[in-house]
């Protein structure tokens, strides 16, 4: 790792893993509090390079990868631990699911690389999604709550794949679809 938040990133897609397997093997708590943490330095691992000056497009790029494995764990253990509660929002989870792999594959073939943007759309979804996270661990589920994580990231998703179709060339960290 080249910084202290690349670092943080790394830490992220080391335990994307973890996080999936303690839901497969029915660790709730161990599950949660992964994955909570993993959320929480999503959060941080950006300002921390921006601060320190380490910004750069391996970096951003790796965060893409963290971000998209942290996701599909999350989902994975939301559906096994909550999956009475979520499975009537199924398809709310499909139209987010398909819009993020649109939003990727679209990148992936126009530029080769998997979009990483880091939207403000795609910030809010974020710390919605962590929000929401801990709200279910600590109080329980919220179908309103939920579906407005899903809305936000499939707003998000769906600018990101208008921030590719308007690119001419691959970038990173622009805030939005509209200022490309």
Do not use: Q
């Not at 990868?65 to 764990?73: C, E």
């Not at 679209?106 to 809010?124: A, E, N, Q, T, W």
Request: hydrophobic fraction near 55%; include cysteine; glycine fraction near 8%.
């Amino acid at each position: 790792m080249r910084s202290f938040a690349d670092f943080i990133t790394g830490y992220r897609i080391a335990a994307a893993p973890i996080v999936a397997a303690m839901a497969l093997i029915g660790e709730r708590d161990a599950f949660f509090i992964l994955l909570i943490i993993s959320l929480a330095t999503d959060a941080i691992d950006g300002p921390i390079s921006r601060y320190t000056g380490t910004t750069s497009r391996r970096g951003a790029r790796l965060d893409t990868i963290a971000d998209g494995l942290t996701t599909l764990a999350g989902l994975l253990g939301l559906y096994i631990f909550e999956r009475h509660l979520i499975e009537p929002e199924i398809g709310w989870l499909y139209a987010f699911l398909i819009t993020y792999a649109a939003a990727g594959l679209v990148c992936l073939i126009k530029f080769g690389v998997l979009p990483s943007y880091h939207l403000l759309s795609s910030k809010l979804g974020a710390v919605l999604a962590g929000l929401f996270v801990i709200w279910l661990y600590l109080f329980g589920y919220s179908r309103e709550f939920l579906i407005a994580v899903i809305v936000v990231g499939v707003l998000a998703n769906l600018e990101s794949l208008l921030a590719t179709l308007r690119l001419k060339k691959f970038r990173t960290d622009i805030s939005s679809a509209w200022k490309v």
